[in-house]
C-alpha cells in the first residue's frame, strides 16, 4: 500500500479534517511509515481466528425500556456554541 | 507542618489533629502556585471547589463521619469530567468546555472524601507517551527537568513525584499511566479492563482505555483503586464483578507466589541501566519467597502495530463527536456545514490526535477493513491467548515498563514510530484487557526505572500484595526529586 496525495486527501476528507497543501507532504511520510509498521501484522498466520473486540469477551447489557434519565436538556446544551428553542444552531443545508 | 508525601501518612496527621484538611489543601496549592511554572504539569487549580470540599472533610472529620479518603488532596487528569471545573483533554476543542456532569470515577472519590485541587495536564486526548502533545504545553520532568515525564498520564505523574498532590488519576490506553509512572518514578496501576467506569472519562481507544490511580506507594494505589472501581451501569462495558479490599491482601508474605519471566521482554533494544535494575528488582522478589518461572510471549512484537491499528480506528470514531455542533471548539463564520466541521476539527485538535484520526480513518476504510482492523483484532486474540497460557504457570509477570528512563524533550517528536516503539512493553497488556502496574525500581542515570508487573484477569490483589511487599524491602517509592524548597 502506497500513501500518495490522492489516498491523503480522501482520509482528511472521510475525517473531515483540512490539510494545508504544506502539510501534505508531511503527512504523507508520516503515514507512510505508519503504515509500514501496521504491514508488520501480515507476518502472522491469523487464519481462523476469531477477532477480540472486548478483552472479557463481554457483550452488550440489556435493560428494561423504561425511562432513567431526568430531561437536562438546558444544562447539557449550555456549553452548546448555538442554540435556539432547544435546538442546535448550524449554518443553512436547505436553501 | 510536617509534610505528608503518602496517602496513608495524610490519613494519619488529619486522624491525629496534626494539620486540617484545609490546611493540607492549601499547602498544596500553594506548592503547585510555586512550582508548577517549571514542570507544567497542571493545566488549571480548582481552588475554591477544592477549599470547600476540605471543609466539609473537616466538618465530616470532626463528626465522625468522613470517607475512606476524606480531606486527602488530589490531582485529576484532565481527561475526566469534573463538574463545575473546565475539562480540556489537553486540546484547544475543548479549551472552553466545563463539564455539566462529573465522571463516575470522580464522583466516588469525592464521595470518599478526596480533594479535588486541580485538573492534570496530559497528551492531547491521551494520544502521546511523552506529554509533549498539549496545547497547554509540554511537561517536564521534576528528576531532570530536559527529561519529558512520559505520557500520556504525564502531568498526574509529574506533579505526584514533585510533591504538588497525594496521588492522581491517570488513564491508559497503551501504557498512559504505567510509562510516566515509571519515567517519574511513582506507582500506578492500570486495572483490568471494566474495573473502572469510563463513564465521564473521555474517550480514546473504548475497547482499551482503564482509568487507575498514580501514588507513591502501592498501599496508597490499593487505597484509592478500591475506591474508584466497581460496577456502573452507565458504562457497557463495566464489569459487574465485587470489588475486593485490596488493602486487606497487602501483608501476605510472597512465598509460593510464581512470577514469570517472559524473555520476549528481556531482549535487545532494552537499554541496558534499565535491565539491570529490573534484574535487581525481580531477585528481590525472589529474596521475598516468590520463584521464578521463564514464560513466553510470542506474539509480543507485533502488539505494537496492532495496537496502532486499534487505538487510532477507536479514536476516528470517538473523536467524529468533536464537530462545532455541541460542545467544544467551534470555527468562526462557518460559510457551511462541511465548512463547520472542518475548520472546527482542523483547527481545534493538535498534530498527533488528527494523524491518529487520519490513520484510524483509513484502517476502517472500505476495502482496507480486513487488511488492517480485522487482522489488528486477531493479533489482538493471539496476544490474549499467549497470556492465558502463561498464567497457568504463574501468578504474575515481572519485567520493565519502558525501553529506556525519560528521554530528552524533542527527541523523538519528528518520529512517530520511534514513540510508538516506546510502548512496546506495556500495549501487549493493554490489548489483552489485563491488569498491569508500574513500582519504582531503582534509577540509572539519576533517572527512575520503573518495574512492570502483570497480573491475569481481576487479580490487582496478589500484584498490590507484590508490589506492597516490594516496597516494605526498598525505599525507591520513597526517594524525591529535588525541586528546591518552597519558600
Redesign the interface.
Known amino acids: 500500500m502506497k500513501v500518495d496525495e490522492a489516498v491523503v486527501n480522501t482520509v482528511a476528507n472521510l475525517a473531515k479534517l483540512k490539510l494545508e497543501a504544506g502539510d501534505i507532504d508531511t503527512t504523507i511520510e508520516q503515514m507512510s511509515r505508519i503504515l509500514a509498521l501496521m504491514e508488520q501484522m501480515q507476518a502472522v498466520d491469523t487464519s481462523g481466528v476469531e477477532p477480540l473486540a472486548h478483552p472479557l469477551d463481554a457483550v452488550q447489557r440489556l435493560r428494561e425500556d423504561v425511562v432513567t434519565e431526568s430531561d437536562q436538556h438546558e444544562k447539557y446544551q449550555a456549553v452548546a456554541p448555538e442554540t435556539d428553542s432547544s435546538l442546535y444552531l448550524v449554518p443553512k443545508v436547505v436553501e | 507542618m510536617s509534610t505528608p508525601v503518602t496517602i496513608e501518612g495524610a490519613l494519619r496527621g488529619l486522624a491525629a489533629g496534626e494539620y486540617s484538611s484545609v490546611e493540607l489543601t492549601r499547602h498544596f496549592l500553594d506548592v503547585i502556585r510555586e512550582r508548577n511554572p517549571v514542570l507544567n504539569a497542571v493545566i488549571s487549580t480548582t481552588d475554591d471547589i477544592a477549599i470547600a470540599q476540605a471543609e466539609q472533610a473537616d466538618r465530616d472529620r470532626q463528626a465522625g463521619r468522613g470517607g475512606p479518603l476524606a480531606g486527602v488532596p488530589i490531582l485529576h487528569k484532565d481527561i475526566f469530567c469534573t463538574e463545575g471545573a473546565r475539562t480540556s483533554a489537553g486540546s484547544k476543542m475543548l479549551d472552553?468546555?466545563?463539564?455539566?456532569y462529573s465522571a463516575t470515577a470522580v464522583e466516588k472519590l469525592t464521595k470518599a472524601g478526596a480533594i479535588m485541587v486541580g485538573k492534570a495536564n496530559m497528551d492531547e486526548f491521551a494520544m502521546g507517551s511523552s506529554n509533549e502533545n498539549s496545547f497547554y504545553g509540554v511537561v517536564r520532568n521534576p528528576w531532570q527537568t530536559d527529561r519529558v515525564p512520559g505520557g500520556s498520564s504525564g502531568g498526574s505523574a509529574a506533579a505526584v513525584a514533585a510533591g504538588f498532590c497525594l496521588a492522581a488519576t491517570g488513564t491508559d490506553t497503551g501504557g498512559s499511566i504505567r510509562q510516566p509512572a515509571s519515567f517519574c518514578g511513582i506507582t500506578g496501576i492500570k486495572p483490568?479492563?471494566?474495573r473502572v467506569s469510563r463513564w465521564g472519562m473521555i474517550a480514546y481507544g473504548s475497547?482499551l482505555d482503564q482509568a487507575g490511580p498514580m501514588t507513591r506507594t502501592a498501599a496508597d494505589a490499593a487505597l484509592m483503586l478500591q475506591t474508584m472501581a466497581g460496577f456502573d451501569?452507565r458504562d457497557?462495558?463495566s464489569?459487574d464483578e465485587p470489588v475486593p479490599l485490596f488493602t486487606e491482601a497487602l501483608d501476605q508474605p510472597l512465598a509460593g507466589l510464581r512470577i514469570g519471566l517472559c524473555k520476549e521482554y528481556l531482549q535487545d533494544g532494552l537499554d541496558s541501566g534499565v535491565e539491570t535494575q529490573v534484574q535487581n528488582a525481580i531477585r528481590e522478589l525472589e529474596g521475598l519467597g516468590a520463584s521464578l518461572v521463564e514464560v513466553s510471549l510470542p506474539?509480543t512484537?507485533?502488539a505494537?502495530?496492532?495496537y496502532?491499528?486499534i487505538a487510532p480506528a477507536e479514536c476516528?470514531a470517538n473523536l467524529?463527536r468533536f464537530?462545532?455542533?455541541?460542545?467544544g471548539h467551534?470555527c468562526d463564520d462557518?460559510?457551511?456545514?462541511?465548512?463547520?466541521?472542518?475548520?472546527s476539527?482542523?483547527e481545534g485538535?493538535g498534530r498527533e490526535v488528527?494523524?491518529r484520526?487520519?490513520?484510524?480513518?483509513?484502517?476502517l476504510?472500505a476495502g482496507?477493513y480486513d487488511?488492517?482492523y480485522?487482522?489488528?483484532?486477531?493479533?489482538?486474540?493471539?496476544i490474549?491467548n499467549d497470556f492465558i497460557s502463561a498464567f497457568k504457570t504463574v501468578d504474575l509477570i515481572a519485567g520493565p515498563v519502558a525501553p529506556s528512563t525519560a528521554f530528552p524533550l524533542g527527541d523523538m517528536t519528528d518520529?512517530?514510530?520511534a514513540m510508538?516503539l516506546q510502548d512496546i512493553f506495556t500495549v501487549p497488556s493493554s490489548?489483552?484487557?489485563?491488569p498491569a502496574m508500574s513500582i519504582p525500581a531503582g534509577f540509572s542515570d539519576n533517572l527512575p526505572v520503573g518495574l512492570q508487573l502483570i497480573g491475569n484477569?481481576l487479580d490487582e490483589g496478589r500484584m498490590l500484595n507484590a508490589a506492597h511487599q516490594f516496597q516494605q524491602r526498598t525505599d525507591w517509592h520513597l526517594r524525591s526529586p529535588d525541586t528546591g524548597e518552597v519558600s
Do not use: C, W
Not at chain 2, 323 to 327: A, I, L, M, P, S
Not at chain 2, 357 to 363: C, D, E, K, P, Q
Open positions: 472552553n468546555f466545563v463539564s455539566p483490568t479492563y471494566g475497547s451501569h457497557s462495558t464489569l506474539h512484537q507485533y505494537v502495530p496492532a496502532y491499528v476516528s467524529s464537530d462545532g455542533v455541541r460542545f467551534r462557518p460559510v457551511d456545514l462541511e465548512d463547520l466541521y472542518t475548520r476539527r482542523s485538535f488528527r494523524q484520526i487520519m490513520v484510524g480513518a483509513f484502517a476504510s482496507y487488511a488492517y480485522r487482522k489488528a483484532q486477531q493479533i489482538r486474540r493471539l490474549k518520529d512517530p514510530v510508538y490489548l489483552a484487557g489485563l484477569y
